[in-house]
């Protein structure tokens, strides 16, 4: 099974961000999101498409439809500049897949 | 709170050896899943073996079965990654991460360093 992200999406601040996980009937499953910043661990977001995790700010939000799963962070900020991954498990083979990851620029 | 800290990177020669190890705290670490995942220098994230809260059920990804061991000790709250036949590609950073089968990573440790080089 293969997510699919743009390696890179930016955005001026304040305005909102949209960051995408591409796969086969994605809808079908349970989408995780990550935050990376440099140099550090990354950290869980949004689990099971919409849930926000503890902590994480209301300006980030999950949504899932057919192939297509969206990260969107409202009211970007120059601190949201990250990478951020989305996953899955594989059901048939029961691996854990990352997508590729997109670089967020703030501009 | 919930805290994993990696160690027993380095460096090591191709065809080497090394012993991950993550002291993990602030939760019960005897009830929880538990994961590694690699991150190569510049590359996105790669996952590399899943163990069961009891030892009884471990997974890993495919490139790594049977270089990779996993393994755990409830009795000191340990998580420990066997790394065999190292090659260059499998220089990376290693993290220990929280999560239960079929679910999100909850959480993740600080990562250790392997670089595998002559």
């Known amino acids: 099974y293969v997510l699919t992200q743009p390696p890179s999406v930016s955005v001026a601040p304040g305005k909102t961000a949209r960051i995408t996980c591409g796969g086969d009937?994605?809808?079908?499953?349970?989408v995780h999101w990550y935050q990376q910043k440099a140099g550090q661990a990354p950290v869980l977001l949004i689990y099971d498409d919409s849930d926000s995790a503890s902590g994480i700010s209301e300006r980030f939000s999950g949504s899932s439809s057919e192939n297509t799963a969206t990260l969107a962070i409202r009211r970007v900020e120059a601190g949201d500049e990250a990478t951020y991954f989305c996953?899955?498990?594989?059901?048939?083979?029961?691996?854990?897949?990352f997508g590729g990851g997109t670089k967020l620029t703030v501009l | 709170q919930v805290q994993l800290v990696e160690s027993g990177g380095g460096v090591v020669q191709p065809g080497g050896s090394l012993r991950l190890s993550c002291d993990t705290s602030g939760f019960t670490f005897s009830t929880s899943g538990m994961h590694w995942v690699r991150q190569a220098p510049g590359k996105g994230l790669e996952w590399v073996a899943f163990i069961r809260y009891d030892g009884s059920y471990k997974h890993y990804a495919d490139s790594m079965e049977g270089r990779f061991t996993v393994s755990r000790d409830n009795s000191r709250n340990k998580l420990f990654l066997q790394l065999r036949s190292l090659r260059a590609e499998d220089t990376a950073v290693f993290y220990c991460?929280?999560?239960?089968?079929?679910?999100?990573?909850?959480?993740w440790g600080q990562g250790t360093l392997v670089i595998v080089s002559s």
């Open positions: 996953q899955v498990w594989d059901s048939s083979s029961i691996h854990v897949i």
């Open positions: 991460a929280k999560g239960e089968i079929l679910r999100f990573i909850e959480s």
């Open positions: 009937n994605v809808a079908t499953q349970r």
